[in-house]
Nanobody
């Protein structure tokens, strides 16, 4: 009933910028929170940034001051603006939605398929 589709990944040089976007599709009434996670080879998936429908944000310490998350509640989209990227940022980035509500259904969480970000040195 609901899907998350990411876009914007690719190859970027250290110090550069990249913008990731995610759109939730389906007959959605509300999404409580949306965020971005990432997973590098051999490592566990970790939270990068999260924003609630009220605008409250959380960032991983490793990206504070460099990344900015934003969302459009009406369009059910979320973006991650990545500045001053580092090789350590290389990972598959996943869009995530929490407490997604439709007219006659609800989902605790939904994951996107992931988009690869590679930062070269």
């Amino acid at each position: 009933q609901v899907q998350l589709v990411e876009s914007g990944g690719g190859l970027v040089q250290a110090g550069g910028s990249l913008r990731l976007s995610c759109a939730a599709s389906g007959s959605i009434l509300n999404i409580n929170a949306m965020g971005w996670y990432r997973q590098a080879p051999g490592k566990e998936r970790e939270l990068v940034a999260r924003v609630t429908s009220g605008g409250t944000t959380i960032y991983a310490d490793s990206v504070k001051g460099r990344f900015t998350i934003s969302r459009d509640n009406a369009k059910h989209t979320v973006s991650l603006h990545m500045n001053s990227v580092k090789p350590e940022d290389t990972a598959v980035y996943y869009c995530h939605a929490e407490n997604v509500v439709g007219g006659s259904w609800a989902r605790l969480e939904v994951w996107g398929q992931g988009t690869l970000v590679t930062v070269s040195s």
